[in-house]
């Protein structure tokens, strides 16, 4: 939880490599079909083929505008050529360049706008200005097309979340989690051969622990990248322990045009990321992940973890509900009731609470509703509607709430797997190739306890037919304008003692 079949675009603009592609960059000349293996060959190409001076024209424009500027020009002049513009007849000024338009990429895939650094301008000392690209980042997320996939969130929510991982609690209380740190760090040490030699990327790298763990099992580079103020302690604690040869600290979005450029156009072997939040994809994290994939994964590469699935199971415990809900408390202080306070606690009628569920109080089935498979689930596929069905158990009463959790399985192999029926507290024990763990109530406590979402008071008190199925779906749904946030609403329809009983429950998570 440290720091998503639909386009995926980086916030650079949709730069991305088709994983069937060669890993060998070509570039495509500005003005005709010709590509070349380099740049210095392809300008010298338009020069002498379209006459057009390419070269002291990014002198000209980088001196004015600087690096955004030359990123405009190659796109304004991919458009010209698109327009069948004659290359000696075009003029182009930094008053032609001002439009924001330009910062769209014309090209999808032009990896001429990754390797422009050798040809810009010196503007400072005779050495290069090293461009902060934040005003870029921003300009272009106002023009990217509707049809790219864009991230979707405010400035100030995203600022805000990664403002909340800058400091030392949140990280110790992640790494203090052993059924998350050890579950990472025992997949790593059980399978360091396909670590060994290999190119790690690790995204929302936080304090550098699974970067470490990575180094430290063979990689030859780890790409460790976090736009929080993290990174900073993060590149100290890399080379406090000796291995800032190996994993380099990256401050910035996984998706940004100076991450990318950072990390070059070769293609990474292995992807890391601990990204699961509170019901698994509260704070949307997945997403950067999955454009990381997209951007920099080679074909047959590893996603670590590689599966989740989202679990459900109902809830029955007055007890419990009356604690968590302020009912107890509530209801008589110092002689008086103040029940229209209830629910006034964690657990109330408009969040998705976040509790450690007793396994006492869970009355039936464990359903799985929806799995992720982190090399092939699009972005378009993190808001959903999946059913579920549930046997309740021959004790069940009153329907009370519904407990959500995931488990998730670390496998040493790109394949398919079918893991919906699948036990990841005894998944090894049973001879399973790979690792494992759950974050539901029948193992050890993790900080993502389990998400609770209390059943409306009408539907509360209604009873349920002890051992009858009961039938439903689960849907999540990034909320409007904030992409991290999610709403979950759960539908379900069974036997009561008295009839049929159906009910509905909908809960927010920002």
């Known amino acids: 939880m440290s720091d998503s079949d639909s386009e995926i675009a980086s916030s650079a603009g949709s730069i991305l490599e088709d994983a069937s592609e060669p890993d060998v960059t070509s570039f495509k000349c500005l003005f005709c079909e010709e590509t070349y293996d380099d740049i210095k060959t392809m300008f010298a190409h338009v020069e002498a083929h379209h006459s057009f001076a390419i070269l002291p024209t990014i002198k000209s424009i980088g001196t004015e505008l600087e690096e955004i500027g030359v990123i405009k020009l190659i796109n304004y002049l991919r458009l010209q050529s698109q327009a069948k513009s004659d290359p000696k007849d075009i003029r182009v000024t930094p008053e032609v360049l001002q439009d924001d338009k330009y910062l769209v990429p014309t090209l999808p895939d032009d990896p001429l706008l990754f390797e422009l650094g050798d040809f810009m301008p010196n503007l400072e000392s005779g050495n290069s200005k090293v ?64 670590f060994k030699d290999k190119v790690v990327l690790d995204v929302g790298c936080g304090t550098g622990i699974l970067s470490l763990f990575c180094a430290r099992a063979g990689a030859k580079k780890v790409f460790a990248v976090d736009n929080s103020e993290i990174a900073k302690r993060a590149r100290e604690i890399v080379r406090k322990n000796g291995y800032d040869n190996i994993v380099e600290v990256v401050q910035g979005r996984v998706e940004d045009f100076n991450t990318q450029r950072t990390i070059g156009t070769s293609k990474v072997d292995i992807i890391i990321s601990e990204w699961m939040g509170y ?30 699935m989202l679990r459900i199971a109902p809830v029955s415990d007055h007890d419990w509900i009356s604690e968590s809900t302020g009912e107890k408390f509530w209801k008589d202080v110092y002689g008086f009731d103040f029940s229209p306070m209830v629910p006034g606690g964690a657990l109330n009628e408009h969040e998705v609470g976040v509790f450690d569920v007793s396994p006492k109080a869970i009355c039936g089935e464990v359903s799985t509703f929806y799995e992720i498979d982190i090399s092939r689930v699009t972005v378009e596929h993190l808001d959903f509607t999946a059913g579920f069905e549930i046997t309740l158990a ?47 109530p029948y193992g050890t406590a993790t900080h993502w306890h389990q998400a609770v979402l209390l059943v409306g008071k ?28 999610i709403e979950v609403e759960i539908r ?19």
């Open 131 to 194: 461009k902060d690209y934040a005003d870029y980042e921003a300009a272009l997320s106002q023009n990217i097309p509707d049809e790219v996939g864009k991230a979707g969130m405010s400035d100030d929510r995203d600022e805000r979340y990664f403002e909340s991982y800058k400091g030392n609690s949140i990280h110790r209380e992640m790494i203090e989690d052993k059924v998350r740190t050890e579950g990472y760090q025992h997949f790593i040490t059980k399978y360091a051969s396909l």
């Open 279 to 308: 019901g698994l994809l509260f704070e949307g994290m997945l997403d950067s992940v999955l454009r990381a994939r997209d951007l920099y994964l080679k074909p047959g590469g590893l996603m670590v973890p590689s599966h989740c």
């Open 492 to 510: 379900w329809e069974g036997e009561g003692k008295d009839g049929p009983v159906t009910g509905r429950v909908s809960r927010t998570m920002a």
């Open 394 to 440: 021959k004790y069940a009463g009153a329907l009370n709430a519904f407990a959500i959790w995931f488990d998730t399985f670390f496998l040493p192999h790109d394949a398919m797997a079918d893991l919906s029926t699948a036990d990841a507290l005894s998944w090894e024990q049973e001879g399973n190739e790979g690792t494992a763990f759950s974050t539901g």
């Open 458 to 485: 009408d539907d509360r008190g209604r009873s349920v037919k002890a051992g009858s199925t009961l039938k439903g779906t689960v849907t999540y749904k990034k909320r409007r304008r904030d992409a991290r946030g």
